[in-house]
């Protein structure tokens, strides 16, 4: 399943309701939580670890966040097409926004 987010922190129960496997973009302020330093709470991490993570580049510039600051694994979206790719690949979606 594909989750797109936009708000920081992240909800629990958004947390509470993802599973192994999934595709989660997170946008405008959400992006925040793909940095390695706001990952610290075990719960977080560990579920982040085990989906498919993805940031916008724009918001990342936007936000003054360099890919090195980014946790492991986290798949940088550079333009629209990777995005509508990602839509394409994830038939049901989920917006917490």
Request: hydrophobic share 40%; aromatic share 6%; with cysteine.
């Amino acid at each position: 399943m594909l989750h797109i987010i936009d708000n920081f922190p992240l909800q629990r129960s958004f947390l509470e309701n993802i599973h192994s496997g999934d595709t989660v973009i997170l946008k405008d302020n959400a992006v925040y939580a793909a940095k390695q330093e706001n990952s610290k709470e075990s719960l977080t991490t560990k579920t982040l670890a085990h989906l498919n993570l993805c940031v916008s580049q724009a918001d990342l510039l936007l936000r003054n966040i360099s890919n090195h600051e980014l946790l492991r694994g986290v798949v940088i979206l550079d333009n629209i097409n990777d995005y509508q790719d990602i839509l394409l690949d994830d038939i049901a979606c989920r917006s917490y926004n």
